[in-house]
């Protein structure tokens, strides 16, 4: 039958041969199937399109986050993170977690470990995870200097040292010019450290009485506290360290302008304890401060530093009074204080070191050795008005228990025309310092030769003025035998001295310190090596020893040096290297400063046979 096909004229229908209709029929499936095609390109197109709306859309929305979360949640969330490791790493995540972290007692943190926790579908993995943590080794002290004291670190510090007990010892010295610590950072110290014991705050501006008061809350263990040049501590800070550390034991004060009387009547009143004082260039610290002080912690106080405070007399007289348990006392520059107060200060039956006392004078010395027959250490530091005819009365009235004295920079120490008839013997006297008194020359020190024959330790460092002729005196008619003698800066002692000293007592001799003696040669280092057995640390430092000093010093066998100083010693060359290796492994330091005809490939080749020893090059 033929096929009929409209074609839009008029109606008609026209019949048309088979193979025109077959025609007609292929066009047709064309047209439909390029109309599919126009509709699947639109369906895809839509579909990029819808893609491209979610994607975008998914950009605009906010991406699910802890951080979205309120501080309380976050807080309640890192709290219970387990592990050093984990609270370590959470503190890495932003300034946020980590002054939240910060913020966290570590009660808060073993109250969270206590409670049971829900089953964890991660259990095995983090339990894994755990099984190869190793156990963090204790904090027990830390050290904040210069720009790196800021907050965030001290921070990180207390985060990490809580996951591991604490810290035991804190000092912030100096602080960062534009972030420095401030009471945010020592507030999470105060969190983390609970047992706390000791803290210095040098040189820290920004540091107020709101964060010492966080330490006093959160650290009761403090036992000492140390604070320099911070202005914003007053004594509102004080008494709150006074109520909250009851076991202090020494408190330092310096340059702090805001701290006054009543601070320190606090600490006087809840810190029975107290034991070492140190309060310095705080002018509103007063007669009542110190004496309510010294009143309350009469039984436990022992020693007492006081400098540039405006007191009188009579905080003088209420330390003799009440200071018992006071061993030493330093006074210095206090401008309203005088020889009156002094005297009555001589009650202080245990007093043993007085330092840079400028009031003091020999009758003064003398009327206080009177009252006080327990000395045992007498240190005189910049006390120039004591001379050696004080002294010398001292020495004859001291007890028999009597081991030490010390003058240091004592520039009233001087050479005497004419020695007293009778003169002390001073039998139970041990140790000897006279330091750095440029009046004090050989007669002075031959007196005190004659008068000690015990002595075991000299010092005589800096007194240029000594030569052999005061020094043989002392070497001669000591009978207990010398074990530490120094006499670095006495340029005038030869080698006849330094003979003579290792001959009478090289059997007993363990440190002889030799700086600066520049008439020192070889000659003083066969002597050593031929008399002195015991002797393990030798300073050769700028004398004029040579190659072949060192060569005597490692050919003696017997000699077990462990400490060698040949610093600034111009004629130690190269040749003395191969001595140097040979002196045994005893030889724990050796200091080759300034030293320069060695060489740094020399040093090198002698670090590596001394590998055990300490070379300074």
Not at 169 to 193: E, F, I, M, N, Y
Not at 378 to 392: H, K, S
Request: net charge neutral; with cysteine.
């Amino acid at each position: 039958m033929p096929a009929f096909c409209a074609y839009g004229d008029g109606g008609c229908l026209v019949s048309a041969p088979a193979e025109l209709s077959g025609l007609f029929l292929r066009g047709g499936a064309v047209q439909r199937r390029k109309r599919a095609l126009v509709a699947a390109s639109a369906v895809a197109a839509a579909a990029a399109e819808c893609v491209r709306a979610a994607k975008k859309q998914r950009q605009q929305l906010p991406l699910p986050s802890l951080d979205a979360l309120p501080d309380e949640c976050l807080f309640e969330i890192l709290r219970r993170v387990p592990g050093g490791r984990g609270r370590g790493a959470s503190a890495r995540v932003s300034r946020r977690w980590l002054a939240l972290l910060g913020s966290i007692r570590a009660s808060e943190v073993a109250q969270a470990a206590a409670t049971p926790a829900l089953p964890d579908l991660n259990e095995e993995f983090v339990m894994e995870e755990e099984e190869d943590e190793t156990p963090a080794a204790p904090c027990a002290e830390r050290v904040l200097e210069g720009k790196e004291a800021t907050d965030v670190r001290l921070a990180a510090m207390a985060v990490v040292a809580g996951s591991r007990g604490g810290l035991d010892k804190l000092a912030v010295r100096g602080s960062h010019p534009t972030r420095g610590v401030t009471d945010q950072g020592l507030s999470a110290v105060a969190r983390g450290s609970p047992n706390l014991r000791s803290l210095a705050l040098w040189d820290v501006p920004l540091v107020s009485d709101a964060g010492l008061a966080e330490v006093a809350a959160g650290c009761p263990s403090l036992e000492r506290l140390d604070i320099s040049r911070c202005p914003l501590i007053t004594d509102k800070g004080l008494i709150a360290v006074a109520q909250g550390c009851p076991n202090l034991v020494s408190l330092t004060i310096e340059a702090c302008s805001g701290v006054g009387n009543e601070g320190l009547m606090a600490i006087g009143r809840c810190c029975s304890k107290l034991q070492a004082v140190n309060i310095k260039n705080c002018a509103d610290v007063g007669d009542q401060g110190i004496s309510s002080l010294v009143c309350s912690a009469t039984a436990s106080l022992a020693k007492i530093r006081l400098q540039g405070l405006n007191i009188t007399d009579a905080s003088l007289a209420v330390i003799g009074y009440y200071g018992k348990a006071v061993t030493d006392l330093t006074l210095a520059r206090l401008a309203t204080v005088g020889e009156r107060g002094f005297w009555v200060m001589a009650n202080a039956a245990g007093l043993q070191n007085l330092r840079k006392c400028g009031h003091v004078s020999d009758a003064g010395l003398t009327a206080f050795t009177e009252s006080a027959k327990v000395f045992e250490n007498l240190q005189l530091e910049e006390c120039n008005r004591v001379t050696l005819v004080g002294i010398l009365s001292f020495l004859r009235n001291c007890s028999q228990k009597f081991r030490a004295i010390s003058l240091v920079k004592c520039m009233g120490i001087k050479d005497i025309c004419s020695a007293p008839a009778q003169l002390p013997l001073c039998r139970s006297l041990r140790f000897l310092t006279i330091k750095d008194c440029p009046g004090f020359t050989d007669a002075s020190l031959a007196v005190v030769g004659m008068i000690c024959p015990q002595l075991e330790q000299v010092d005589l460092s800096g007194l240029g003025e000594v030569t052999d002729s005061g020094l043989l005196p002392l070497i001669q008619s000591s009978e207990a035998g010398l074990i530490k003698v120094d006499l670095s800066g006495c340029k005038n002692i030869t080698d006849g001295a330094v003979s003579s000293l290792v001959k009478a007592h090289g059997k007993s001799l363990k440190k002889v310190s030799l700086e600066g003696c520049s008439k020192i040669t070889d000659v003083s280092l066969f002597a050593i090596s031929e008399s002195c057995t015991e002797l393990s640390e030798l300073d050769l430092s700028n004398c004029m020893v040579s190659d072949y000093g060192v060569a005597v010093l490692s050919s003696a066998r017997h000699l077990k040096l462990r400490v060698l100083s040949l610093s600034g010693c111009s004629n130690v060359t190269q040749k003395s290297v191969p001595y140097l290796g040979n002196l045994g492994q005893s030889l724990e330091g050796l200091n080759l400063q300034f030293c320069n005809m060695i060489g740094n490939h020399n040093v090198a080749s002698l670090e590596k046979k001394l590998w055990w020893c300490d070379i300074l090059a």
